[in-house]
């Protein structure tokens, strides 16, 4: 089955998680290519953030599997995933508030780093040599996501934009093939969104694939090759942001029901 | 004073690629000359006031261990004095009558370090899922429990010999040289708590310079996140459980050192010495200090282990002085005067003495370099 999806990145197949008497996914399944952005839209609620977590091992599914990298990514915790190569971002920001944006980078380097608390205490040659690796690199990831001048500063100091920013870019120390972003333009300005879209298009060219959630439809049908959209945790459409945009369960979605519908199949 | 010179001593080392490296090594000579000559200055006032300061370096060397589990990685720990009972009764057991064991002192502070240690690890692992004021009353549970085990276990089998406590420990010996006794050297006299003190200060040192490494190494980071915020730090990779656990054993076997060498310098010890006080104290010196700067936790372990003897001399003749006679009792004013430290403290200064301050790195250089 995987034999043709070699360029396929990421595949869930039937994924489905209940919080009580609510469906919050219901037997959701989708590919992702490798080196695409790749759109999960849908009005609120419907399930985005869910898939999210239950991707990164937050939560684990009721249902279904998910294929990462060719290898099944089952009932792994948060932090095997991110050795796996997945690193997200969150929707509402959680950055180390009270450490400085080079450290938050810094940590993000963590999972590809080995020192230990020997290492650490004796600071042996290896282990300086990492730490000087660690920190250039680091601050090159700040550099790249245009937050370098701040890096000394705290986390919790930095404006709001800057904060996402940093927030990709300790995501992208870890090194992974996959980066998913939860809302990365949410409350920016144009400007903003705009540097924001420049960025994601750097990232891609650089190697990693995305899966970006976003409520800015400007910003996905720019920017994504291909999009999910989930309605109450089922997924109603996939497909290229051309083809997405003109399916008319989708736009019953964010429009609401039948009215919306009536101006769609008069079309 | 040697603290504010070990403070600055302290913020120059980071900037130290900045230059004045010359400048830094002429402070440490001095911190070194003033930690010399102190014992001898103290011990010209009163041998007693040699005492406290040893067992003010005692203080110190356990809000070092506490702050890695409270101010490193953010988990609230009320029973923290445990440990320090888990090693000065290994010590006890270990080397005096009791059992009639006589092990030297480099052999049992390693296996009281390592108990602890176990222990640390036997706290935190059911603790894993809980934080802040759960985590607290579990952890100040179990404080209470080892307490109420050193004080019943002297039945069916004599373990601990219970409230009556653990006598005659023998003090540190090497060879013939024995801690307890006083010496005469070069016209100098060396009592017994003068070369505990030196033994002491020593390994306050190592003590300090473990904290200072490990906080600004990948394990300290990984703390830092997990104290910040546990779900970010597990979605970088972070194996927010062995972290922790790590926290619990590294502070517990300091705890576990600091144990042993009290059981020495004192010779007795029963469960009374690790009462849940205590465990606050400790805390208190942490949280007073400056959570999570290792300078400001020293200062207030300095700090809230001194004032209470600094008054006991003072409060008596000022109020002698001021109305002839003695009208509030020492300890009386002692708590309240450490009750309105802390109150002051919580409006005025949240952080603590010297909170913990952003480490700036040195990026200069590379933007230079292309």
């Known amino acids: ?267 | 004073m040697t603290l504010l010179e070990l403070k600055d001593l302290a913020t120059r080392n980071v900037h130290s690629a900045r230059g004045d490296r010359r400048f830094a090594w002429v402070g440490v000579v001095l911190i070194a000359a003033a930690l010399a000559i102190l014992p001898f200055a103290l011990a010209s006032i009163g041998t007693a006031w040699v005492r406290i300061t040893n067992l003010a370096i005692l203080y110190v060397l356990l809000s070092l261990g506490l702050n890695i589990v409270v101010g490193f990685a953010g988990l609230l720990d009320l029973g923290y004095i445990a440990f320090y009972a888990v090693g000065a009764y290994a010590y006890a057991l270990l080397a005096s009558p009791h059992f009639n064991l006589h092990l030297p002192f480099w052999v049992i502070l390693p296996i009281g370090a390592g108990l602890a240690c176990i222990f640390g690890v036997l706290l935190g692992a059911p603790t894993l899922k809980l934080r802040g004021d759960y985590l607290a009353i579990v952890t100040l549970g179990f404080g209470e429990i080892i307490r109420i085990f050193l004080n019943n276990l002297s039945q069916p089998v004599n373990i601990t010999n219970g409230p009556q406590g653990v006598t005659l420990i023998d003090p540190f010996r090497i060879g013939t040289f024995n801690f307890a006794r006083t010496e005469t050297l070069l016209g100098m006299t060396f009592s017994g708590p003068i070369k505990y003190y030196y033994f002491l200060v020593l390994l306050v040192i190592v003590i300090i310079v473990i904290n200072l490494r490990l906080q600004d190494s990948r394990i300290g980071r990984a703390w830092e996140a997990i104290r910040e915020d546990e779900v970010a730090a597990r979605a970088m990779g972070i194996n927010t459980r062995n972290m922790k656990l790590l926290a619990f054993a590294m502070g517990a076997s300091f705890g576990g050192v600091s144990g042993g060498v009290f059981s020495a310098t004192q010779g007795f010890i029963s469960p009374e010495s690790f009462v849940l006080v205590e465990s606050i104290m400790v805390l208190s010196m942490v949280v007073l200090g400056g959570m999570g700067n290792i300078w400001g936790v020293i200062l207030g372990a300095i700090l809230l282990s001194f004032a209470p003897e600094v008054l006991r001399y003072t409060v008596e003749p000022v109020q002698r002085a001021l109305f002839g006679r003695m009208i509030i009792e020492p300890e009386v004013i002692r708590m309240l005067l450490f009750g309105l430290a802390l109150v002051l403290m919580m409006l005025f200064r949240p952080a603590g003495i010297l909170p913990s301050a952003v480490r700036k790195r040195e990026l200069e250089r590379r933007k230079e370099t292309p």
Do not use: W
């Not at chain 1, 792994?76 to 969150?90: M, N, Y």
């Not at chain 1, 120390?173 to 939860?182: F, I, M, Q, V």
């Not at chain 1, 899966?211 to 994504?224: A, F, G, Q, R, Y």
């Open chain 1, 1 to 267: 089955m995987s034999s043709g999806d070699a360029d396929v990145l990421l595949e869930g197949k039937g994924i489905s998680k209940r919080f009580g008497g609510l469906h919050a996914l219901v037997d959701v399944s989708f590919s992702i290519r490798r080196g695409e952005i790749y759109g999960l839209i849908g009005p609120n609620g419907a399930g985005k953030t869910s898939l999210f977590n239950v991707l990164t091992g937050i939560y684990e599914q009721d249902a279904g599997t998910f294929t990462f990298d060719g290898e099944p990514l089952v009932g792994t915790a948060s932090h095997d995933v991110a050795k796996r190569g997945i690193a997200r971002t969150f929707q509402n920001i959680r950055l180390f508030a009270n450490l400085s944006a080079l450290e938050n980078v810094m940590i993000g380097r963590h999972v590809r780093t080995r020192a230990g608390v020997v290492g650490a205490i004796v600071r042996d040659a290896r282990t300086q040599a990492e730490e000087a690796a660690i920190e250039e690199r680091a601050y090159r990831l700040l550099e790249y996501v245009g937050v370098a001048r701040r890096a000394n500063d705290l986390a919790k100091h930095l404006a709001y934009g800057d904060q996402r920013r940093l927030e990709i870019a300790r995501a992208l120390a870890t090194e992974p093939k996959l980066l998913a972003l939860d809302e990365p333009a949410a409350g920016m300005n144009a400007t903003e969104t705009s540097g924001l879209r420049k960025l994601l298009e750097d990232i891609r060219r650089d190697g990693t694939t995305i899966l970006l959630i976003e409520h800015d439809m400007k910003l996905v049908m720019s920017v994504c090759d291909r999009v999910l959209v989930l309605d109450y945790g089922r997924k109603i459409a996939e497909g290229s942001a051309a083809d997405v945009q003109r399916d008319p369960k989708v736009i019953s979605a964010y429009l609401g029901g039948e009215i919306a519908l009536a101006p769609a199949n008069r079309a």
